[in-house]
C-alpha cells in the first residue's frame, strides 16, 4: 500500500510540474523603459510671473525627444484566441530622479489590465485615449517631446485626455483595415455622473502605406481625480489626420481642434515629414500653425527639424532645432519640459541629446 501512495504521489507531483512548465510557458512578464535626457537652449523663456521674457536659457532637459519612463507588461494566453493583458507604466524625470511625464502618480502613465480576443479588446484602468493615440498615430514628429504636435496637445489642456484615469475602453478588431475604439472614463464623484466625465472614439484606417484617422474626445470638470499636472480640463477635441510612406519617406499632415471651456478654440494645422537617410540615420521636420478661433490675433506657427543616429538597437543621439513665434494671447513653447509656455514674438531652441531604450 505504501508503495502505490509513493507511486501516485510521483504521478501527481510530476503532473504538477507539466502544468506549471505549461502556464509559464503561455505566461509572459516584461520589463521595459527608456532613458532620454538632453541639453536644452532657447533664446527666451518665459516668467511665469510677469508673463514677459525672462531671458535665454540653458538646462539639462529631461526627455529631449522621447518620454523617459519604465514599466511591466504582461500576457497569459488563455487558449481560442484569448488573452489577458496588463501594463503598469511609471514616468521618471532624470534630472532629480522623481515622477514625470505623467499624471504625477507612481503607474500614472499607464496601469490597466485588459481581456482580448478575436472580437476586439476590453481595458480598464489609467489609458491613453483615443484622440491620443489617433494623434501619435498622424504627428509628422512622431510626438517628440520637442518641437511636435505634443507641445501644442499638451499646451491647451495639459494632461488631460493623454493620461485618463477610471477609464473603460473598448478597441475592435482590425477588419479590412479598419479600427475602432471608444472610452469612457467616470469622475468618480457620487450623484453626480457628468463631474470629471470623459469619453472619446476613434476611427483609423491603415492600408499599405497608407494611415488615415478620425478622433473626437469631450470631458467635463471636476470629479474626484486629484492629479498633477491636472487631468481634468474642460474641453472637446476633434481630430484628422493622414500619413503615408514613400520607401524611405514618410509625410504627414493632420488638423486638430482643442475647444476648452473659457478660455481658446485653437485649430492646429500641420504637416511634415520623417526620412530615413540610412538605416541608421533619420531626419524630419515638422511645422504646427495654431489659430484661435474665438479671436483671431491669437496665433502662433511652430516649426521643428530633428535628426537622430542609432548608436545600436536601443542607443542613440539627436539633436533637434525649432523656432516658434507668438501673435496676441498665444503662448505656444517649444519643449513639453522645461518650454512648454512662450513668450510673445520668436523663440529658437535647440537640444542635444542621447537617449537609450530597455
Known amino acids: 500500500m505504501g508503495e502505490v501512495r509513493k507511486v501516485v504521489s510521483m504521478s501527481l507531483l510530476a503532473t504538477g510540474f507539466l502544468l506549471a512548465n505549461e502556464v509559464h510557458a503561455q505566461s509572459s512578464v516584461t520589463?521595459?523603459?527608456i532613458a532620454d535626457t538632453a541639453l536644452l537652449y532657447t533664446s527666451k523663456s518665459l516668467n511665469p510671473q510677469t508673463g514677459a521674457n525672462a531671458g535665454s536659457q540653458y538646462s539639462l532637459l529631461n526627455s529631449g525627444s522621447y518620454p523617459s519612463l519604465f514599466g511591466l507588461s504582461g500576457t497569459e494566453d488563455l487558449g481560442g484566441g484569448f488573452q489577458?493583458?496588463?501594463k503598469l507604466e511609471s514616468g521618471i524625470d532624470?534630472?532629480?530622479g522623481g515622477f514625470g511625464n505623467s499624471n504625477g502618480n507612481l503607474f500614472g502613465r499607464q496601469a490597466w489590465v485588459s481581456l482580448a480576443s478575436p472580437?476586439?479588446?476590453l481595458k480598464a484602468g489609467v489609458q491613453f485615449s483615443p484622440l491620443f493615440n489617433a494623434g501619435y498615430a498622424t504627428d509628422a514628429r512622431g510626438y517628440s517631446m520637442f518641437g511636435s504636435g505634443l507641445v501644442t496637445y499638451i499646451d491647451n489642456v495639459l494632461g488631460t485626455s493623454i493620461f485618463n484615469s477610471n477609464a473603460i475602453s473598448y478597441t475592435s478588431p482590425n477588419l479590412w483595415g479598419l479600427q475602432g475604439s471608444v472610452m469612457l472614463a467616470m469622475g468618480g464623484q457620487a450623484g453626480d455622473f457628468q463631474a470629471g466625465r470623459q469619453y472619446g472614439a476613434?476611427?483609423?484606417y491603415?492600408?499599405?502605406s497608407l494611415t488615415a484617422a478620425a478622433a473626437f474626445y469631450d470631458g467635463n470638470a471636476g470629479g474626484t481625480v486629484s492629479t498633477v499636472p491636472p487631468t481634468n480640463v474642460a474641453f472637446i477635441g476633434r481630430l484628422l489626420g493622414i500619413s503615408y510612406h514613400f520607401?524611405?519617406?514618410?509625410t504627414s499632415a493632420s488638423v486638430v481642434n482643442y475647444k476648452v471651456a473659457g478660455s481658446f478654440n485653437n485649430y492646429v494645422v500641420s504637416g511634415g515629414m520623417q526620412y530615413f537617410v540610412l538605416p541608421q540615420l533619420i531626419v524630419d521636420g515638422g511645422v504646427y500653425w495654431t489659430s484661435d478661433r474665438n479671436e483671431t490675433t491669437n496665433h502662433s506657427i511652430l516649426a521643428a527639424v530633428g535628426a537622430q543616429y542609432l548608436l545600436s538597437k536601443r542607443s542613440a543621439v539627436y539633436t533637434q532645432v525649432g523656432f516658434v513665434n507668438n501673435h496676441g494671447k498665444m503662448n505656444t513653447g517649444l519643449a513639453v519640459n522645461n518650454a512648454l509656455y512662450g513668450v510673445t514674438g520668436n523663440t529658437v531652441g535647440v537640444t542635444i541629446g542621447l537617449r537609450h531604450m530597455f
Do not use: D
Not at 520607401?247 to 514618410?250: D, I, Q, R, V, Y
Open 119 to 121: 472580437y476586439g479588446e
Open 202 to 204: 476613434s476611427l483609423i
Open 94 to 96: 532624470l534630472t532629480n
Open 31 to 33: 520589463l521595459y523603459g
Open 206 to 208: 491603415q492600408n499599405g
Open 247 to 250: 520607401g524611405s519617406l514618410t
Open 84 to 86: 489577458t493583458k496588463f
